[in-house]
């Protein structure tokens, strides 16, 4: 100031500028904390932390995947393909789980990968986008010096048991190995039928016991040259809870067990739980005859990759529908994956399974010969060809004699049901389907590209001998004749055949609605052991052994 002026109280004033820009958000980017991890077999899980870097702005997603590298999924670890993580926004870190295996396999250290990609919200991918995940295995090789033989004697054309019919039925399976006595319900160890199925050389499997086996995980065949004779086992016959078989080897006969997987604690991770599993390419010449699988949360059956399989006179049923699978709703009754060749399909019954009954993907080759399906959930019955991989190779079916019943669970599309079905939008060409004497009261028999359906049956969607019964008689041939001990079925087994019959019954979500487990009694019994077992005194091909399993399905079978 200046004249004798002085400054009064106020001589400085703040101006504030108001902004009017509205701020940039700021998503992000996605990146694994850390670019490898190792995890010990038996630790059950490894976790793997996904972080949100360089902003937090909004709510936001990215997929996760795992890839296989020398592990390999469902044996080794917890296999999902792309599955979406979401943050919230302000959310810079999740910690996310996948499962490991602890099988009793002695085996190197694997590895697989776990993925990051298809973020949203206008993120990206950091620097740290696959982690590299080692698998410490935890198992010791074994000490026997003298390992038992590897190649059973040849079978000709001998069937692996009398009237056996369809691809891969002449196997010698366990003919002329070793006799393995399950004397126990023990998930593993000694007299267990896990050890027996995970031992090596040609073997069968005979039953001391009876009663329900609760696995903690999926029994796993991948050693060749197996009989499973669950028809030794005294009534009330054998049981597999919370698990099921997984099938990766080849030259494998298994009969007369029951697998009901449910949806209790413990057992395989939800998206997992399989009741029958016949996968990979080393898995040829494998037969599934009189079976009963119920209660998975994935699927009840299925094959990928695998060739020169028969699936005979077994029960898929009650497939869990809105159970703890990931993906929701998923009752399924039977997957026929990509790639499965010579797949063969026999008197089996499919009932209250919400889809799947079966479906028939890319690169197959199946023959479906007098099934009966009822209380299938959707409108279609049989999808063929989907190719969901994109893989371009054609699938192949015939389909003859089969039976498809409406159910209370059953629903039509707006163009009513339908039996056999093809996408409009991915099945490739060349797909071709031969249908033949298929009976679908209230539906039509196909939907889909006219030019699909051939009037001779492809090339390895047939084989002989077999015998091909008219569909009018197929109800009540395997209302009489599928499951396991259909002469002792269990509590399952007999309320599932009665609902067919009349036409009853519901797709379920969990077991308890329908009285759970059956409890089976615990019998023992010395198993008749011939005095030279893998001798041939009548000289038909089948060894003394064999003779005494034919005799004993033929009793639980109801033929004698």
Same mark, same amino acid.
């Given at each position: 100031?200046?004249?004798?002026?002085?400054?009064?109280?106020?001589?400085?004033?703040?101006?504030?500028?108001?902004?009017?820009?509205?701020?940039?958000?700021?998503?992000?980017?996605?990146?694994?904390?850390?670019?490898?991890?190792?995890?010990?077999?038996?630790?059950?899980?490894?976790?793997?932390?996904?972080?949100?870097?360089?902003?937090? $702005?909004?709510?936001?997603?990215?997929?996760?995947?795992?890839?296989?590298?020398?592990?390999?999924?469902?044996?080794?670890?917890?296999?999902?393909?792309?599955?979406?993580?979401?943050?919230?926004?302000?959310?810079?870190?999740?910690?996310?789980?996948?499962?490991?295996?602890?099988?009793?396999?002695?085996?190197?250290?694997?590895?697989?990968?776990?993925?990051?990609?298809?973020?949203?919200?206008?993120?990206?991918?950091?620097?740290?986008?696959?982690?590299?995940?080692?698998?410490?295995?935890?198992?010791?090789?074994?000490?026997?010096?003298?390992?038992?033989?590897?190649?059973?004697?040849?079978?000709?054309?001998?069937?692996?048991?009398?009237?056996?019919?369809?691809?891969?039925?002449?196997?010698?399976?366990?003919?002329?190995?070793?006799?393995?006595?399950?004397?126990?319900?023990?998930?593993?160890?000694?007299?267990?039928?896990?050890?027996?199925?995970?031992?090596?050389?040609?073997?069968?499997?005979?039953?001391?016991?009876?009663?329900?086996?609760?696995?903690?995980?999926?029994?796993?065949?991948?050693?060749?040259?197996?009989?499973?004779?669950?028809?030794?086992?005294?009534?009330?016959?054998?049981?597999?809870?919370?698990?099921?078989?997984?099938?990766?080897?080849?030259?494998?006969?298994?009969?007369?067990?029951?697998?009901? *997987?449910? $949806?209790?604690?413990?057992?395989?991770?939800?998206?997992?739980?399989?009741?029958?599993?016949?996968?990979?390419?080393?898995?040829?010449?494998?037969?599934?005859?009189?079976?009963? *699988?119920?209660?998975?949360?994935?699927?009840?059956?299925?094959?990928?990759?695998?060739?020169?399989?028969?699936?005979?006179?077994?029960?898929?049923?009650?497939?869990?529908?809105?159970?703890?699978?990931?993906?929701?709703?998923?009752?399924?009754?039977?997957?026929?994956?990509?790639?499965?060749?010579?797949?063969?399909?026999?008197?089996?019954?499919?009932?209250?399974?919400? $889809?799947?009954?079966?479906?028939?993907?890319?690169?197959?080759?199946?023959?479906?010969?007098?099934?009966?399906?009822?209380?299938?959930?959707?409108?279609?019955?049989?999808?063929?060809?989907?190719?969901?991989?994109?893989?371009?190779?054609?699938?192949?079916?015939?389909? *003859?004699?089969?039976?498809?019943?409406?159910?209370?669970?059953?629903?039509?599309?707006?163009?009513?049901?339908?039996?056999?079905?093809?996408?409009?939008?991915?099945?490739?060409?060349?797909?071709?389907?031969?249908?033949?004497?298929?009976?679908?009261?209230?539906?039509?028999?196909?939907?889909?590209?006219?030019?699909?359906?051939?009037?001779?049956?492809?090339?390895?969607?047939?084989?002989?001998?077999?015998?091909?019964?008219?569909?009018?008689?197929?109800?009540?041939?395997?209302?009489?004749?599928?499951?396991?001990?259909?002469?002792?079925?269990?509590?399952?087994?007999?309320?599932?055949?009665?609902? *067919?019959?009349?036409?009853?019954?519901?797709?379920?979500?969990?077991?308890?609605?329908?009285?759970?487990?059956?409890?089976?009694?615990?019998?023992?019994?010395?198993?008749?052991?011939?005095?030279?077992?893998?001798?041939?005194?009548?000289?038909?091909?089948?060894?003394?052994?064999?003779?005494?399993?034919?005799?004993?399905?033929?009793?639980?079978?109801?033929?004698?």
């Amino acid at each position: 100031p200046s004249g004798g002026a002085a400054l009064g109280t106020t001589s400085t004033i703040a101006v504030t500028i108001a902004d009017n820009d509205v701020a940039v958000p700021v998503p992000g980017s996605f990146e694994f904390a850390v670019s490898s991890a190792s995890v010990g077999e038996s630790e059950g899980q490894v976790d793997i932390t996904i972080k949100r870097v360089g902003g937090s $702005d909004g709510a936001v997603a990215v997929d996760w995947r795992t890839s296989g590298v020398t592990a390999t999924f469902a044996e080794d670890y917890g296999n999902f393909s792309w599955t979406p993580v979401t943050f919230a926004d302000g959310e810079t870190s999740k910690t996310q789980s996948i499962t490991i295996v602890d099988d009793s396999l002695a085996e190197d250290n694997e590895i697989f990968n776990v993925i990051l990609g298809n973020q949203a919200g206008g993120t990206a991918l950091g620097t740290t986008s696959t982690v590299a995940v080692t698998i410490i295995d935890n198992d010791e090789a074994p000490t026997e010096t003298t390992p038992p033989p590897t190649t059973p004697p040849a079978s000709g054309d001998l069937r692996v048991f009398p009237g056996a019919e369809g691809f891969g039925t002449d196997t010698p399976a366990g003919r002329g190995g070793t006799i393995y006595k399950v004397t126990n319900l023990n998930d593993s160890g000694p007299g267990s039928l896990r050890a027996a199925c995970e031992a090596s050389g040609p073997r069968t499997v005979v039953f001391e016991i009876s009663g329900t086996i609760t696995l903690n995980s999926d029994i796993r065949i991948s050693n060749p040259y197996l009989t499973v004779a669950g028809q030794t086992a005294p009534s009330p016959g054998i049981t597999l809870r919370r698990a099921g078989l997984f099938i990766t080897g080849h030259d494998v006969l298994v009969q007369h067990l029951r697998i009901r *997987v449910g $949806d209790e604690s413990g057992g395989p991770a939800p998206s997992n739980r399989d009741g029958l599993q016949i996968l990979w390419d080393n898995a040829y010449n494998v037969v599934v005859d009189h079976l009963s *699988v119920s209660w998975a949360i994935d699927e009840n059956g299925s094959t990928w990759l695998s060739h020169d399989v028969t699936i005979s006179n077994t029960i898929f049923s009650e497939a869990l529908s809105n159970s703890s699978h990931t993906k929701g709703e998923h009752s399924k009754g039977f997957l026929i994956g990509d790639g499965s060749e010579r797949i063969a399909l026999i008197g089996n019954l499919l009932a209250h399974n919400n $889809d799947r009954q079966p479906l028939i993907k890319a690169g197959s080759s199946v023959l479906q010969l007098n099934n009966l399906g009822y209380d299938g959930g959707g409108g279609d019955w049989v999808g063929v060809g989907v190719d969901g991989e994109n893989t371009g190779k054609p699938a192949f079916l015939s389909a *003859v004699g089969n039976v498809f019943l409406i159910g209370p669970d059953s629903r039509a599309y707006p163009g009513g049901y339908r039996y056999a079905y093809s996408s409009a939008t991915s099945t490739p060409a060349g797909t071709e389907v031969c249908l033949e004497d298929n009976s679908f009261p209230g539906g039509t028999l196909w939907k889909g590209d006219a030019s699909l359906r051939v009037a001779t049956r492809p090339a390895d969607t047939w084989t002989s001998p077999l015998t091909v019964r008219p569909s009018s008689q197929v109800e009540a041939y395997v209302t009489q004749n599928a499951g396991a001990r259909p002469a002792d079925l269990d509590a399952v087994d007999e309320r599932i055949m009665h609902e *067919v019959l009349t036409r009853t019954g519901n797709i379920i979500d969990t077991p308890g609605q329908v009285g759970g487990w059956p409890n089976l009694a615990v019998v023992t019994r010395t198993f008749p052991t011939p005095a030279n077992p893998n001798g041939d005194d009548d000289g038909d091909g089948y060894t003394n052994l064999e003779e005494v399993l034919h005799q004993m399905a033929a009793e639980v079978e109801g033929r004698l």
